[in-house]
């Protein structure tokens, strides 16, 4: 009996176009590097989970890309997930889930993991949770919908109106 080696190729992020209130249409790119990425891909597809549009939608929304860091961002896997980010056309925003990926998680300590990809990426919005359920990811979802909103949607710089409230 003979086998044959199994070859793989490198991984294909999953994207997820979402289409909000008809105002703006978001393309998620899900980076999903380790257990938060199994909560990122049921939230995408459970049924609280912005749809795809209607068919009466207008054709051309303006349009937005959302690059999904979840999970344990090694110093091995780094330049991927920068590669992968500055792959994105404007306007680009970056939703960080999980404990490991905002902080470093409990793998904080070892010499091969990234503190927070906030160090090294403009990161919008932080879910927070080990790993966090996907209607917390939704939320994230909604906070960036809601910071776009503000912003009078993609292509438009700054960041969400804040107050002392917001950052105490």
């Excluded at 990425?37 to 549009?53: F, K, Q, R, T």
């Excluded at 920068?82 to 904080?108: D, I, K, M």
């Amino acid at each position: 009996m003979t086998t044959t080696p199994l070859r793989l190729g490198p991984p294909t992020p999953r994207r997820t176009s979402l289409s909000w209130e008809g105002l703006f249409r978001v393309t998620v790119l899900d980076l999903g590097l380790a257990c938060c990425g199994v909560e990122v891909m049921a939230a995408l597809h459970e049924e609280g989970a912005p749809a795809e549009p209607a068919a009466a939608d207008p054709p051309d929304p303006p349009a937005g890309w959302v690059l999904v860091v979840s999970g344990t961002v090694t110093d091995v896997m780094l330049p991927a997930v920068l590669a992968a980010y500055a792959e994105l056309p404007e306007p680009r925003y970056v939703l960080s889930v999980g404990a490991c990926s905002n902080t470093g998680g409990p793998y904080w300590d070892s010499y091969s993991v990234t503190k927070g990809i906030d160090q090294l990426l403009p990161v919008h919005v932080a879910v927070p949770g080990c790993p966090p359920r996907p209607d917390a990811v939704l939320g994230g979802l909604r906070a960036l919908q809601r910071m776009l909103a503000e912003d009078q949607g993609p292509g438009t710089t700054g960041a969400a109106n804040t107050t002392s409230e917001d950052t105490a």
